[in-house]
């Protein structure tokens, strides 16, 4: 249980919130570059709280800015794309991907007065088709992390996202590090349904371990479980990856979820899915792969309960837009969310006393890829169809 200031604290993240400067010490998913077309080259986000243009120019290069224009404030949205920048629909002030003001029709050039304006930008940098953004301070900037789910060529890469989640982001990361919520969300409520799918979670775990894991580029909770009667068998890890993603091993791919928080109350998650070949062969990666939307509810607005993502929803939408934790109960078998909430103070407080907060690295040396499969796991080893 949590204190309401305690509660406000782990799950505000405007720019002014510790949270808030905590997240934008790392690079978030913003969209896909496929999104991102010559037809319509632009796309309306909010990201912690803040509204956005995504667009990318006539160049190529890709921006990040404040929704509203610098001069009186109407939509970048409805602007113009232009060979290096967007312009204002209203009066015409254009922007670069950098945020600088490169034309003010209507102004005295004499004046100087464009090098004067600053339209709050940030960096985007595009992997495996992913748009990922920094927003936080630019001397701080880590360099970003190159996830093997994304790196790899030896197999075929999906990307998804979820329909919008309507609750604040922790609820996901704290359902990462709750592995016994498999055995009645997912594998009960599949059987109920007559799908025998999720037989996998169907035993009771004996035990859990969790595990605070840092290395230079990132750090998270390796999580594993012990299931009854089958001790001795160690699971293919599973990690949450701070502060807001998480590796999947499944029967035939390996999947990472990102969490990217939009506001206090929303949360959108993107999802990657490798497929890698059996005998290793190199698979032709597209440039801009599509981004497929996966449903999560029915017409009527309810949870489907169809599948993982559904029946996770349901519990994380359901607990409130943010959770009540004041009210809550917490038992032995919520150790993991325990742990978690810890190494998020513990993170918060590192920011705000002036240092970095944990999984973060600038140091070109260590830039390596990041091995989340470890050497000798194959996707095509006893694990289960899905998992969180
Ligand atoms: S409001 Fe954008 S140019 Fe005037
Ligand atoms: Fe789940």
Redesign the pocket.
């Known amino acids: 249980m949590l204190t309401q200031e305690e509660n406000e604290l782990l799950t505000r993240v405007g720019s002014g919130t510790p949270a808030g400067q905590l997240l934008r010490r790392y690079w978030h998913v913003v969209g896909a570059a496929s999104e991102l077309t010559e037809k319509k080259p632009k796309k309306r986000v909010r990201v912690l709280g803040e509204d956005l243009v995504l667009f990318r120019d006539r160049s190529g290069a890709c921006g990040l800015i404040a929704e ?7 939509s ?1 949205y409805y ?1 113009f794309v232009e060979e290096d920048g967007i ?7 254009k922007y670069d991907a950098c945020g600088r003001c490169l034309e ?1 029709p209507f102004e005295s050039p004499d004046a100087g007065y464009k090098e004067k304006i600053r339209q709050p930008a940030y960096p985007v940098e595009k992997l495996a088709g992913l748009l990922f953004a920094y927003m936080g301070p630019p001397e701080k900037k880590p360099l970003l992390p190159k996830w093997d789910v994304l790196m790899r060529q030896d197999g075929a890469r999906k990307l998804d996202s979820y329909q919008l989640l309507r609750c604040n982001w922790l609820q996901a990361m704290e359902n990462s590090v709750d592995p016994v919520h498999t055995y009645y969300l997912h594998a009960h409520t599949l059987r109920t349904r007559g799908n025998k799918e999720a037989a996998y979670y169907y035993r009771p775990l004996s035990k859990l371990e969790f595990e605070l894991v840092v290395h230079p580029a990132w750090a998270g909770i390796q999580k594993r479980r012990f299931f009854a009667g089958d001790t001795a068998r160690v699971e293919t890890p599973h990690p949450l990856i701070f502060p807001n993603m998480l590796l999947v091993p499944a029967r035939h791919s390996y999947n990472m979820h990102f969490r990217t928080p939009v506001d206090d109350y929303n949360t959108q998650i993107f999802h990657v899915s490798f497929r890698p070949t059996r005998d290793g062969g190199v698979v032709e990666q597209p440039e801009d792969p599509p981004l497929e939307l996966v449903s999560t509810k029915n017409e009527a607005g309810e949870f489907h309960m169809e599948n993982f993502p559904s029946q996770d929803q349901m519990a994380w939408e359901s607990q409130g837009p943010v959770a009540n934790r004041p009210n809550e109960h917490l038992g032995e078998s919520d150790q993991g969310v325990i742990l978690f909430r810890k190494l998020v103070r513990d993170q918060l407080r590192a920011v705000q006393n002036g240092g970095d907060p944990v999984g973060v690295n600038r140091d070109a040396a260590k830039d390596d890829v990041i091995r989340l499969i470890p050497e000798g796991y194959t996707a095509f080893s006893d694990t289960a169809d899905q998992d969180d």
């Not at 509203?68 to 109407?74: D, E, I, S, V």
């Not at 312009?87 to 002030?93: K, Q, S």
Request: proline share 0%; hydrophobic share 30%.
């Open positions: 509203h224009c610098a001069h009186r404030g109407a970048l602007g312009r204002c629909a209203y009066h015409g002030w003010q």
